[in-house]
């Protein structure tokens, strides 16, 4: 008797069945797994690479930044030793040129010998007296778009600074100037530092702690910069979120200095950034204040506009109107301005230089916090300014029959005179005076002015700088990378003392 279709339905299935179904469901949960973790791992190499990608985008193009500046202070060291000019000169003999005085820049690198006053009488540059200025092309502002990295940088030269290797012999007082023997060993911690060879040397085993008076100069030379710096950015509308203490910052900064000194091993601070551990050395007193106009800035940034920024910098005339103001200095009628932006202790503060510095190129700041025998900060202030605002104006008085020869070879090249502008600037101490002829007067009670400033200045003054700190930010979509770079002049090179890359 045949079943019903039914009671076909209701038998019992085989136990293979199940299995197989069941080996089926795993495997298909198991390729789903594999599947997802390999489209994990993908998209996660795929980011790593694309970051890796990024960063190496940014390190090359601070690496080229890098080697522009370094070509920059390549170009002024020739220039100092006389090497550009001596082969320039051959190359103008013939044409009448003549006078003595500053060498003036013309467009496809030609230089006519002797074309300004030079900063005054007896000043020429020549190889004997190299002179560096904060209008020279090294110290233009790094702006540059390099495939699709947008730079902006600065470069610092360290005698513009105070260092703090140096802040005890900055401090020490006329009667207690250093030994014959302290000078040779700062002299050779000084080219020990551009060789990269930071070894104690047998010179420095006689170092000799500083004594707690001096101590406590090196206190009032800090207390008085971080009192400038405040001063410079509030004066200017950069406030500050919380107003650094100016006294309890100066203390932290020489205590933290005096306990290296004592330790043979530390004694030799390398790295500025060494005083960022400390609590009175706050973000805004160490980069500076927020600028206000940044922020409206960035907000109206086109990125699109603003490649070839470096390129249009190269192409524009050293000392032209144009190059003056795409560096940031107002035009006036005898001279330039400064655009003001916010400044911190790395501006005027650093730990690689001579251990001088150069008045040509030191901030206002840097000088009232050396003028110890000027009390009244306001007074110093004064004084600090009239020197920089000297450094900022033109040179009046340049040679009638020079001034012709001039004139005929710039209009072969199509360039207006009056575009060209050579500045004021020191190649001697005696060249103060012509900044205030008031300065020389004696007679009040405690000398003139002119004395003053040599008490306070002569000894610690050159009118070259010999180290540079470069410190460049590279952005790209939402990465960036900042870059820095400390180079030292040695002999008729350029070296590369440090390099360091870190991602913000």
């Known amino acids: 008797m045949n079943q019903s279709p039914r009671a076909h339905e209701n038998a019992p299935r085989s136990p293979e069945g199940g299995i197989a179904l069941f080996v089926v469901l795993i495997l298909v949960l198991v390729l789903t797994v594999v599947i997802t973790q390999l489209i994990f791992v993908t998209k996660i190499e795929e980011r790593i690479s694309r970051n890796r990608q990024g960063r190496t985008a940014l390190s090359y193009a601070l690496q080229a930044s890098g080697r522009q500046v370094l070509l920059n202070l390549t170009s002024d060291l020739m220039e100092d030793l006389g090497y550009l000019a001596d082969s320039e000169e051959e190359d103008l003999d013939g044409m009448g040129t003549g006078g003595e005085g500053v060498d003036t820049q013309l467009p496809g690198g030609l230089t006519i010998p002797g074309s300004g006053g030079g900063g005054g009488e007896g000043s020429g540059r020549s190889e004997d007296d190299p002179v560096d200025t904060h209008h020279d092309l090294w110290a233009r502002p790094i702006q540059d778009s390099i495939n699709g990295v947008q730079i902006v940088g600065m470069v610092v030269d360290g005698e513009s600074c105070i260092d703090l290797n140096h802040i005890f012999s900055l401090a020490a007082l006329p009667e207690d100037e250093e030994s014959e023997l302290d000078a040779l060993a700062d002299a050779a911690a000084g080219n020990a530092a551009i060789d990269g060879l930071l070894q104690e040397t047998g010179l420095l085993e006689e170092f000799v702690p500083p004594e707690q008076e001096v101590v406590e100069e090196a206190q009032v030379i800090l207390e008085r910069l971080i009192e400038a710096v405040i001063d410079y950015n509030t004066e ?50 160490f980069y500076g204040p927020i600028d206000p106009a940044t922020l409206e800035e960035d907000d109206e940034f086109d990125q699109e506009d603003s490649g070839g920024m470096m390129e249009d910098l190269q192409a524009l005339t050293p000392g032209s109107f144009d190059d003056l103001e795409a560096s940031g200095f107002e035009l006036l009628d005898g001279g ?34 050396m003028l110890r025998s000027f009390e009244d900060f306001d007074e110093a202030k004064e004084i600090a300014w009239q020197i920089r605002d000297h450094c900022n104006s033109y040179q009046q008085e340049i040679d009638e029959v020079t001034g012709e020869i001039i004139d005929d070879l710039l209009s072969e090249f199509g360039v207006d005179e009056e575009e060209i502008q050579q500045f004021e600037y020191f190649t001697s ?16 009670s405690e000398g003139s002015i002119f004395e003053l400033l040599q008490q306070d200045l002569e000894d610690h003054v050159v009118y070259s700088s010999n180290f540079f700190t470069t410190t460049i930010e590279g952005t790209s979509e939402d990465r960036s990378l ?14 590369v003392i440090s390099w360091k890359e870190v991602r913000r």
């Open 236 to 285: 200017n509308g950069f406030d500050y979120i919380g107003t650094p203490d100016p006294r309890d910052t100066a203390e932290a900064i020489v205590s933290l200095v005096h306990q290296r000194v004592l330790d043979e091993n530390l004694r030799r601070i390398r790295s500025l950034d060494t005083i960022r551990q400390l609590e009175e050395v706050t973000w805004e007193l």
């Open 336 to 369: 330039v301005d400064q655009i003001p932006t916010p400044i911190g202790l790395q501006h005027v503060m650093t730990a690689n230089s001579s251990g001088k510095i150069n008045i040509n190129t030191a901030r206002p700041e840097v000088l009232i916090a």
């Open 429 to 444: 101490f005696d060249q103060l005076k012509q900044v205030d002829e008031a300065w020389e007067d004696t007679s009040g």
């Open 482 to 495: 900042s870059g820095r770079m400390v180079c030292a002049r040695k002999g008729q090179h350029v070296v």
